[in-house]
T-cell receptor, first 107, second 111 residues
Framework: KQEVTQIPAALSVPEGENLVLNCSFTDSAIYNLQWFRQDPGKGLTSLLLIQSSQREQTSGRLNASLDKSSGRSTLYIAASQPGDSATYLCAGNRLAFGKGNQVVVIP | SQTIHQWPATLVQPVGSPLSLECTVEGTSNPNLYWYRQAAGRGLQLLFYSVGIGQISSEVPQNLSASRPQDRQFILSSKKLLLSDSGFYLC??????????FGPGTRLTVL
């Protein structure tokens, strides 16, 4: 069964700093990995989907990488803004979710 | 474009009462459909998923059930709610091995 771990569970950074969020998974036979954002009391918004044949995906200030051999994915958010404050979740095979990285960007 | 609807948005129910949450998807055909629960301070728990009409797979044994009477309709039900059923219920859909999209969620409080 796929297990997903996200580290750190919570972090606060000053505005303008780069954010690095880590996701590790136990099943290397992964066919895709997805990163989501969740605002308090809201549903999940898809940010990036990386297929197993890809190494990374980029969208604006967001970049996500996938290393199947080590069972890791990293979400990188450049030049963080207060609006980036949210919980970020990753999901792997069978849509097993991590518990999320709770991010606060301090103005 | 595809849209996913969930209702109601919030619900307060007494212990032992029945439950019916509905989810519908627009703009796609034959989606894979999912029900998740997110309890306070915990991660997302996959409850049910469906790859077609009448095809339901349960991930976690509990007093909840799901049905898919139409291609783009997914219903979560319970005959008798427990206190532990409180949580945030999310419906989602995917195309095969594609991006997963979530609905706005239903906040259920069982008293």
């Amino acid at each position: 069964k796929q297990e997903v771990t996200q580290i750190p569970a919570a972090l606060s950074v000053p505005e303008g700093e780069n954010l690095v969020l880590n996701c590790s998974f136990t099943d290397s036979a992964i066919y895709n990995l997805q990163w989501f954002r969740q605002d308090p009391g809201k549903g999940l918004t898809s940010l990036l989907l990386i297929q197993s044949s890809q190494r990374e995906q980029t969208s604006g200030r967001l970049n996500a990488s996938l290393d199947k051999s080590s069972g890791r994915s990293t979400l990188y958010i450049a030049a963080s803004q207060p609006g980036d404050s949210a919980t970020y979740l990753c999901a792997g095979n069978r849509l097993a979710f991590g518990k999320g990285n709770q991010v606060v960007v301090i103005p | 474009s595809q849209t996913i609807h969930q209702w109601p948005a919030t619900l307060v129910q007494p212990v032992g009462s029945p439950l019916s949450l509905e989810c519908t998807v627009e703009g796609t055909s034959n989606p894979n459909l999912y029900w998740y629960r997110q309890a306070a301070g915990r991660g997302l728990q996959l409850l049910f998923y469906s790859v077609g009409i009448g095809q339901i797979s349960s991930e976690v044994p509990q007093n909840l059930s799901a049905s898919r009477p139409q291609d783009r309709q997914f219903i979560l039900s319970s005959k008798k709610l427990l206190l532990s059923d409180s949580g945030f219920y999310l419906c989602a859909w995917t195309e095969y091995r594609g991006t997963q999209y979530f609905g706005p969620g239903t906040r259920l409080t069982v008293l």
